[in-house]
């Protein structure tokens, strides 16, 4: 029998061995470290627990720089084979990102703190286990393009995890009117946010775990469950709306929304449906427009 306790980045810190025997396995559950270099044999690569790096290049360029170790991040990080990370743990109650694990798919998951500290202390942080005690919320990819579209479109202020929810919820209306998906509708129908979203580069990290707690929210409750919104297919933020006169060339400001009569259309448009935070949300003036939805 062997116990060995390691380092976050893999060095071995106390060893206890009831007999001479060599066990096969080491830190992160690779093959026990090369005698003669030191290094952790992964299955893609080698690794130095010494610098905390890879002794040769990432196969799947993910970071800046390709010798990283668990993306510079070895408290929360795992690398199953030295190669891409791709399954993203957030905390379904609070967006935060919870783990990486690499077991090449795509995808996120949601789960109670909790959970994610039981599993961890048993050793069944896995593909299987966080599918077991967590929510699927799709693949990874969409999953960020998602929570960054609505970092960007929700409040000016601070933003609210229901706010982000409703923008989300106003995609589903969109995308169940057309039978698509929220990433479709997202990338096809000028949405500002995603156009924004790819080229933010230093994002406000509560304010990107409130836009992630939101798509969680808006994901794990489809509309025919519960609609943040309350049945919307559009917003803006409110300060447009409040100043009509310094943003006259806000789209809403021309066709009217509320009681503001619009510059272009002459007429009131947009009906309010409910406001959350910095966000207005909005419907077509049913008085004017009874059978129109979207667009």
Known sequence: MQATDYGAWGDVLREQKSDTRKYRFGYQGQYARDEETGWGHF???EYDVVVGRWTSKDPAGQYFSPYIGMGNNP????????????TDIYDKNTGAKLMHIDDNIDQAIAMSFNQFELF???GQINNYGANVAGISLGTNTDFELISNTLYEEAGYRSPLAEESAAIYDVLENRANIRNKSVVDIIKTTGVYGYSASLRETTYDANRLKTARLGAIMGITTPNNVEDYSRGSYFWDGSVYLENPKTYPTNFFNRRGHGDFVGTDSKSITFSYTKKIGATQFMNYNKSIYPNKVYP
């Open 120 to 122: 961890l202390m048993v």
């Open 75 to 86: 408290v929360t990080g795992m690398d199953v084979d030295g190669g891409e990370v791709l």
């Open 43 to 45: 299955e893609l690569r």
